[in-house]
Every structure is written in structure tokens, then in C-alpha cells.
DNA sequence: GCAAAAGTGTTGCTTTTACACCCATGG
DNA sequence: CCATGGGTGTAAAAGCAACACTTTTGC
């Protein structure tokens, strides 16, 4: 690594300052609510005992999305959900230990899937509407982070990563439902489902409950989909 | 500060290892073409000569938002417009001198807004039709700018902050179609913008030129609002 | 009086909303 | 056979898109 610059001499002697970290809020429907992980703080001198988002510092060697995912495989046992970057927080007083900056991940599974390893920290999902106060300035993380996921959810396909592969389409309103925190009419949310043209039906059916098989559908594109959903 | 934390502690030797800056995508409409602002590369050992968007290292004792408000300052010569975070880029490469982070903003300014001071980087208003390739990742950053100021424009009353205090209405449909890149109806955009109510006539009107004086608007708020306008 | 931009309504089309009944299955 | 959720159409209302002429001013 080369240091020639008077800017970046500076630099090493004064302005590494700050610590980065990631803090993700991740989310999945747990008992039809949509429900966070917590994780307990153990380590720090303020806070301690007190329910926080998970998160972690970045390495020298990764960038913030790389941390997110080898935190969340560490804390949740969980392997790469899909992530994105929220916002960055960067007051100067959120941790009292020093300066850190933390840039942070939604992150969104679905609620069938296992976590492939044990976690190696204290945590738990907690439904949305019965948060805790949370240490640091993870309140107001969680605040941006549940508006953003409500608008995105509204022009994104990105509801595909709270369902299975393969899911009915009243799964899909559910989730709709859930997350937007109100009823749907089923009628009208099939026709402009359909309409849009980003599922496809499969040829299996949701069998063993006492009612109708569920035809199934999967979303046709993996990524999310900018489109007016909603 | 306490560093009491075995975490922090580490922090101190290993783990401050980036610098942190933030770079500025400043939009303003000049010439009836959406442009924003470059400063040449002056001081690294890559790049020199070459565009790049202004901004500049966070210092301890500020967050990202007090960095752009004083670099734009001292690069551009302008007091605090409107600026707003726009993501964090982490790639490990992005900065040949060492590892950089930075916290990317949009800021905005009306077209009459002067320099209050003079700007001590040879800087330069570039229509963003015509941007040369730029130094870093910041051509990255500037495609990303413009889907968020695209993308905002229809949900936000941020055109606001592209205009005067007052405004005519013929003005306020002008900024959107330079922003949207496509024309659009007079008479519809009219009542779409009027319906909205974040708008309300002055008694003044614009005279001067050789046709009808126009009438003069503001918008109610001065924070940008969430609303459908387009 | 003419060039230039301001200002103003109506119609057809598309989209959204509201709403109720029959169907296929498991138990 | 009954309870459960799956699946379907229509009509009224609202919103959107297309379109042309008159008004007021400066020169």
C-alpha cells in the first residue's frame, strides 16, 4: 500500500479515528408477525443486558456487505439471506466506548429456513409491534429500516425473500398483509398479482389441509424487480 | 472516552483501518440541462488530472452530514443546500492509497444560489449528459445519484429544492422534465401539482418578458414531503 | 400587430375499488 | 356433511392521457 500522499500521511496518524461496524435488521414473519432479531449485548460497559441489533465490525479485508453476511452467519447461524444497505449512522456520541460508524442492512428470510449452524450469540425474534428499547441507536435504526422495508415492498418484488421458493398466492398476500400491517382484498390483489406478470404458476399444488389445493407459484426472477406493485 | 472493552481495544491497534470521507453528487440545473459538480484530482498519486466528484475525509469530531456541509463549503464555495445521504461504498479497491469508505450524499441548489466565497478547488458544472469517466468508483456513485433523484422526484417534493423560493409553474414543470429527461403535458401537470395542494399561489407574478406575466408559487413546506406527484 | 409564454376543460381510456358466491378437500 | 380456505367476475368510480385555443405582455 503505497502512502505518498501528504492527505493519507495525515490520515494514518489522525483520521482513523472512527471503528465501522454493520448493524443489520433482519427480518422474517414468525406466527404470522413480522419479527426482528435481537441479540443480547454482553460486551460492552454501557448497555449491558440490553436487546440490540446484531451486528459486528468490518474487517480490513471485507467490505460492509461482506461483514454483514459473516456476522449474521456467526450471531444467527444463518447462511447469506438477501441484504441491503440501509443508512449510515454516524453521530459522534452513538457508542460511548469511541467513535463508530456504522452502516446498516436489512436483511429478509423466510420463515421456513433452518439456521444451518448454531449461533454463537443470545438472541431472539421479536414481533415488530413489541420491540423493546433497544441499546445504542438501534431505535431509530429499526424506525428507518421497518419504513423503508413498507415502501420498498411497494415498488420492489423483494417480498419473495419473506415466502419459499414456492408459495400460494394467498402466502403472498399474508406477506403483503403482514408487512404492510393491513387487509387486502383477494380478489383485487390476485388480478393485479397476475396482471403484472412476475409470477408464474407451477404445476404442484399446497395439499394436506382441510380445504381446496393452493396452486403454487414462484416469482420468475430471483432479484428484485422495480415495479409498481401496490 | 473508555476503552474499558476488550472489542475496542483490538479496535484501537487493528481495526481503525479505513479513513472515512464522503463524496458529493451536487446537482443544479444550469443552462436547462441537469449538472452537477466536479473537482479535478490534485493531490494523489492516481488520477491526477482527471474529474471526480468533491468531498473529502470526515474529521473525529463530525458526522458524514457536518463533512459535506463543510467540504461543500471550502470546494464549492456554497453554504449548506439541501444534501441528503445517499449510500455507503466499501469496495476495498476503491482508493489505491489505502482503504477508503465513503458516505456518498446528493445535494441540491437552485440555479441563482452564488458562491458566497470563493471555491479553493479548480471545480467545474457538468451536464450530466456529457461526464467525462471520472476518478475512484465515482462513476458508480453518479449512476446511482441520479436513480435516486430520478426515482425521488416522483414521491418527494425535493424539486423544491432545484428552484427559487417562488416559482412559476411553467418553472416547476420545466425542473421536472430536465430531471425525468421527457417532456411532459402542461395542462395535466397543472392539475396533478395543483390537486396535490403542497403548492399555494403568491399574490406576485413574474413579468419582464415579452408575454403573460406568470404567477408565482411556493411550496407550503420547506422539508421535502412524501406524496405520488407523478 | 406579432412573437412568446401563460393559462384553461372535456372526453375516452385505464385503473382501482367494492363486493358475494361456488369449489375442492380433510376430517 | 361440514368446516376451511381456494378460486372467480362485474359494475361504479377515480385517475390518467390526449388534445387546441384564448390571454396578456414586450417590443
Redesign the interface.
Known amino acids: ?8 500521511v495525515r ?2 496518524e ?7 461496524a454493520v448493524d443489520v435488521v433482519y427480518f422474517r414473519i414468525i406466527d404470522n408477525k413480522l419479527s426482528l432479531l435481537l441479540g443480547k449485548v454482553t ?3 454501557d448497555f449491558i443486558g440490553k436487546w440490540a441489533l446484531i451486528g459486528g ?9 461482506d461483514a454483514v453476511k459473516r456476522h449474521l452467519k456467526v450471531k444467527a447461524g444463518i447462511e447469506v439471506p438477501y441484504t441491503e ?1 440501509l ?2 449512522f ?3 456520541n452513538r457508542d ?4 463508530v ?1 456504522s ?1 446498516a442492512y436489512v436483511a429478509l428470510a423466510n420463515s421456513n429456513l433452518q439456521n444451518k449452524q448454531k449461533a454463537e450469540t443470545e438472541t431472539k425474534w421479536c414481533p415488530i409491534a413489541g420491540i423493546p428499547s433497544l441499546a445504542y441507536d438501534h431505535d431509530e435504526i429499526v424506525r428507518v429500516a421497518i419504513d423503508r422495508l413498507r415502501s420498498k415492498f411497494t415498488y420492489t418484488t423483494m417480498a419473495q425473500f419473506l415466502l419459499p421458493e414456492e408459495f400460494t398466492l394467498s402466502e403472498l398476500q399474508k406477506t403483503y398483509e403482514i408487512v404492510m400491517g393491513k387487509e387486502m382484498d383477494k380478489r383485487n390483489f390476485r388480478k393485479k398479482i397476475l396482471s403484472l406478470g412476475i409470477i408464474a404458476i407451477t404445476k404442484k399444488v399446497k395439499i394436506g389441509k382441510a380445504n381446496r389445493p393452493a396452486a403454487l407459484y414462484r416469482f420468475k426472477k430471483r432479484s428484485p424487480l422495480f415495479i409498481d406493485i401496490l
Open positions: 500500500m503505497i502512502l505518498k500522499n501528504k492527505d493519507m490520515a494514518s489522525k483520521l482513523r479515528f472512527a471503528v465501522l460486551t460492552a460497559p465490525l468490518i474487517a480490513p479485508d471485507e467490505t460492509a456487505d444497505q443508512y449510515t454516524s453521530a459522534i460511548r466506548r469511541g467513535r460508524i452502516v
